[in-house]
């Protein structure tokens, strides 16, 4: 129809997938992650992930499990390339803390935008921010 926006079907796809990794991402894994995802993760790129922040990243992901891990979401925010995505992994469903709004208003405090979501685990949720269209 026209004017009406069409949703993407992302039923069917990796999380790796919907989480936009490909082979040749520069990849910084930040926070306590499991082990399996960082082993998964890293046998999907060429160069394994960097657990520290020292340059400029394609895809950041941090792990916050706390109000006191936020200040962890504007320090990534400046190691991202233009183009880059920060996936924040942060806990889900009724009392989480942080809660949504708050990672959320970290992450524009910090300049970006977040604009999409996806299940992560059963405790924890992923939201992206990226630099707004408009800085890059």
């Given amino acids: 129809m ?24 520069h990849v910084a894994l930040i926070g306590c992650h499991e082990e399996v995802f960082t082993t998964n993760l890293n046998a999907r790129l ?3 992930a960097s657990q520290s922040l020292r340059t400029r990243y394609d895809i950041i992901f941090l792990r916050i499990d706390g109000p006191r891990d936020l200040p962890r979401i504007p320090r990534a ?13 942060h806990p889900k469903g009724r009392g989480a803390a942080p809660t949504d709004a708050e990672v959320r208003s970290t992450g524009l405090a910090a300049g970006l935008v977040d604009n999409k979501i996806s299940a992560y685990s059963e405790s924890h949720t992923a939201t992206r921010f990226v630099i707004p269209l408009a800085l890059r």
């Fill in 2 to 25: 026209i004017g009406e926006r069409v949703e993407r079907d992302y039923t069917g796809r990796s999380l790796f997938d919907k989480l936009g990794v490909v082979a040749n991402a």
């Fill in 46 to 48: 060429a160069k394994a």
């Fill in 77 to 89: 925010a400046v190691h991202l390339k233009l183009n880059g995505a920060l996936w924040v992994f």
